[in-house]
């Protein structure tokens, strides 16, 4: 029998639980070419957190990548 080795542990995604999730730019380009791509981004984030039942509790966006901490609701996480 072949061990295959999973390049992480599968992500637990039930009612409730905290995630970090990080978004990432293409070759690490920029993903936010000024602050109105950023307000653009949050303004969808408010819009949808809810829509999803989702929680975001903290984010920090850098010029090629962001991270977030979200908490989730009754629909998974990857919906």
Sequence with gaps: MVNIKMPRTA???APGVLHHV???GIERRLIFRNNKD???FI???EALCP???TSCY???FMSNHAHF?????TAPLSF
Excluded: P, S, V
Excluded at 69 to 73: C, D, H, K, S, V
């Design 43 to 45: 303004e969808r984030l």
């Design 38 to 40: 950023r307000e653009d």
């Design 58 to 60: 903290a984010w920090a």
């Design 11 to 13: 992500r637990l995604d």
């Design 51 to 53: 829509a999803m039942q």
């Design 22 to 24: 990080m978004i990432r």
């Design 69 to 73: 901490l979200f908490r989730t609701g």
